[in-house]
């Protein structure tokens, strides 16, 4: 029996962000010592580049919808084999509908499901500010705790424990205070911000001042569960397949189990920064560069021409690079940002993309590749979220190998470069991996 202490924290109103809460609680457990894995019950990689700025331990995804039962209890027990304690943030299903997939929101990164199947004690974070006496929420089926965001100054906390005690029968364990400066710092953008060292330690310390730890460690602590045994991430055989991975402050963002599982069939991950680096690693035959931000970075990529050029060479001579939502713009011969600004790229892709001025969330998606190639075969069924931010002029020398549901290139192809608009979580997708990982090794060009 794994008596591992678990929670969950999430939302239930429309619109909350939970990012400055989630950072706080986060900072207070450190500064108890305790070492915390967290978890984000929906696959928003955007978001997680955000909390990995933030959290000492990587921030990992456990979609229901995604992964799969198994999967996702695979996931979750390897995770936190060295972890004093787990922390899961989504939000919790309010019955109202999403309009831009209301088919499809109960199924994806449902953070109710993962509780139930994963025994999360459950902790509810709500806005104060959009409080009143005529305006609380209904109180959801199981709940174990609040916290409370943006208390106004001036504002009785024993007020509000009283009132959630009586209307709820659930204790209120602290708050964070709207009035600090350290809380109006995040206010505008905050998950798109990098909060210094200082400012997390004084996020924590305003929470920590209010916070009731020992009740939260006692909910956290009453779980049973039994962990499930994993054979994803089997160690195999050691390979020659050395995988170059674009890692920098343009191209932060990845899936820290995609590059677990990598390693476990036996590759060698090698690091290059498309900002900074002069040439791919040494000894290259697979590249994959992740989700990042073109949005700020796109003209200090296109300063580095000398890795533009290797990348070139390389892909010239069949190289397989795989690239993700903005490191499929990067691929692109040119970018263009709200306003018409265009800003020349790689060139690997001849198709400019277009990032589109509006904040869309990643839609989730099913869908089956349309022809074969290195990536998978004809028919393969992918299961993942489409990230609309961009959008990418026609082109008849791109090949789509896989369309959203609203008829829109998902997967793209051109020569041996495969670019996908989507998130994909190779865990949840293990069948796509021998052809990553080819056994015939002469057929995979190698960078010198």
């Not at 920590?208 to 460690?217: E, K, V, W």
């Not at 994803?232 to 055989?237: C, E, M, Q």
């Not at 020569?415 to 979580?425: M, P, R, S, T, W």
Request: charged share 20%; net charge negative; proline share 7%.
């Amino acid at each position: 029996m794994n008596l591992l202490p678990r929670v969950a924290i999430g939302s239930i109103q429309p619109d909350t962000d939970l990012q400055p809460m989630f950072w706080a609680l986060n900072e207070c457990l450190n500064q108890e010592g305790i070492n915390v894995q967290n978890f984000s019950a929906h696959a928003n990689y955007k978001g997680c580049c955000a909390e990995q700025d933030h959290c000492h331990n990587p921030v990992r995804i456990l979609d229901n919808w995604l992964q799969g039962e198994r999967g996702y209890q695979d996931f979750f027990w390897r995770s936190t084999r060295y972890a004093d304690m787990a922390v899961v943030s989504g939000s919790y299903p309010t019955g109202i509908p999403d309009s831009n997939q209301p088919n499809k929101v109960s199924a994806a990164g449902n953070l109710e499901t993962l509780c139930q199947q994963l025994d999360l004690a459950r902790i509810v974070v709500l806005d104060a500010s959009r409080l009143g006496a005529c305006l609380i929420p209904p109180r959801p089926d199981e709940i174990d705790a609040i916290l409370l965001d943006r208390l106004p100054m001036h504002t009785s906390l024993t007020q509000w424990k009283i009132i959630f005690q009586a209307l709820w029968d659930t204790p209120v364990l602290g708050y964070l205070g709207a009035g600090t400066t350290a809380r109006r710092e995040l206010d505008d953008h905050s998950r798109h911000i990098h909060l210094s060292r200082n400012h997390r330690q004084r996020l924590g310390r305003l929470l920590g001042n209010n916070l009731d730890m020992t009740h939260l460690l006692r909910i956290a602590a009453d779980r049973q569960a039994s962990p499930t045994v994993n054979t994803n991430f089997a160690n195999r055989p050691a390979g020659s397949l050395r995988v170059a991975v674009a890692l920098d402050e343009a191209f932060p963002c990845h899936c820290p189990d995609t590059l677990d599982l990598f390693e476990s069939f036996g590759a060698s991950l090698h690091e290059f920064s498309p900002l900074h680096s002069e040439s791919l690693p040494a000894g290259t035959n697979l590249v994959y560069i992740g989700c990042g931000r073109l949005d700020t970075m796109a003209e200090r990529l296109a300063e580095n021409i000398c890795l533009k050029q290797s990348l070139q060479h390389y892909a010239a001579r069949e190289g397989r690079i795989y690239a993700e939502c903005d490191g499929l713009a990067y691929l692109c011969e040119q970018v263009q940002l709200p306003g018409g600004k265009q800003i020349p790229m790689t060139g690997l892709l001849p198709t400019t993309a277009q990032l589109q001025p509006q904040v869309v969330q990643p839609l989730p998606q099913e869908t089956r590749l349309l022809q074969d190639s290195w990536f998978g075969r004809k028919g393969t069924s992918l299961r993942t979220y489409w990230n609309p931010r961009w959008l990418l002029d026609s082109c008849t020398s791109i090949k789509p190998i896989a369309l959203t549901d609203q008829a829109q290139p998902l997967l793209v192809s051109h020569q041996q470069v495969i670019g996908n608009l989507a998130h994909l979580d190779f865990p949840a997708h293990a069948e796509y991996l021998p052809r990553f990982f080819a056994s015939d090794r002469t057929r995979l060009p190698t960078f010198l």
